[in-house]
């Protein structure tokens, strides 16, 4: 069985328009999205309707439950052009995409169907605005993942790749797909960089096997996508993908 990980899209067209190009090539048996479909980038209509094409799953991320209720957003970020980027998203989907979104599960459990189960969120299995990171101490994963072993955990938010091992369990972070970081910082601006962030899982009977997957963005393409919308960080991207 192999399985396609992905997350935190954000809006990115052209970043789901060149990873389904590796989907129809690697021909998954399952391609799960572990959330944060729309904000934060150009083309949140369009991408979301590329999107609900190409997943077979989806999870809850946290911006995709602030689109149902932006002021929720308030508990999570003080930054005006977050929060305007987050209402100016909400105001360009249509009501159906809006409904598919907030319909996305906050975690699932899929039987692999050989000895491990895939349990997959968006930040962490208690909630989806919490990061896991490779700095995270080792007692705190534990407590996080409750001590299942034999179990493979996946989940995004922190937009960083990882894949670590705790207590016979195994957590992968496929990165993300849409707005990838080269680092964690705790304050101002993430840096991002020109590429695009997946996971494939490959479960067999007797082993899972996880692989990390990084290829270039498309440059030109996106800076066309980010020129033709209006969302409020589009000045800064286009400043970055220079």
């Not at 305007?84 to 906050?106: M, V, Y």
């Not at 680092?183 to 996880?210: K, Y």
Request: hydrophobic fraction near 40%; proline fraction near 7%.
């Amino acid at each position: 069985m192999k399985v396609l990980l992905f997350s935190d899209l954000h809006a990115n067209l052209t970043a789901l328009t060149q990873l389904r190009q590796v989907i129809r090539r690697e021909m998954p048996d399952e391609i799960i999205f572990l959330g944060d479909a729309a904000t934060l980038g150009p083309s949140p209509s369009e991408a979301t309707a590329l999107l609900l094409e190409t997943a077979s799953r989806f999870i809850l991320g946290n911006h995709d439950g602030y689109l149902s209720d932006p002021a929720s957003a308030e508990t999570y970020t003080r930054e005006p052009v977050i929060l305007d980027s987050i209402r100016w998203t909400a105001s360009q989907l249509s009501a159906e995409h809006l409904s598919r979104i907030s319909g996305f599960l906050p975690n699932l459990t899929l039987e692999t169907g050989c000895k491990s189960e895939l349990v997959c969120f968006h930040g962490s299995p208690r909630s989806n605005e919490e990061g896991i990171l490779a700095e995270t101490p080792g007692s705190e994963l534990l407590s996080l993942l409750s001590q299942s072993p034999g179990r493979v955990f996946a989940g995004g938010h922190t937009h960083l790749q990882m894949i670590r091992n705790a207590a016979g369990s195994l957590l992968i972070n496929p990165g993300s797909a849409g707005q990838p970081f080269e680092r964690f910082n705790a304050s101002g601006p993430p840096n991002l960089i020109p590429e695009i962030h997946f996971a494939f899982l490959q479960v067999e009977p007797d082993e899972t096997r996880a692989t990390l997957h990084r290829i270039p963005l498309d440059i030109p393409a996106f800076r066309k996508e980010l020129a033709a919308s209006r969302f409020p960080l589009r000045n800064w991207m286009l400043s970055i993908y220079s």
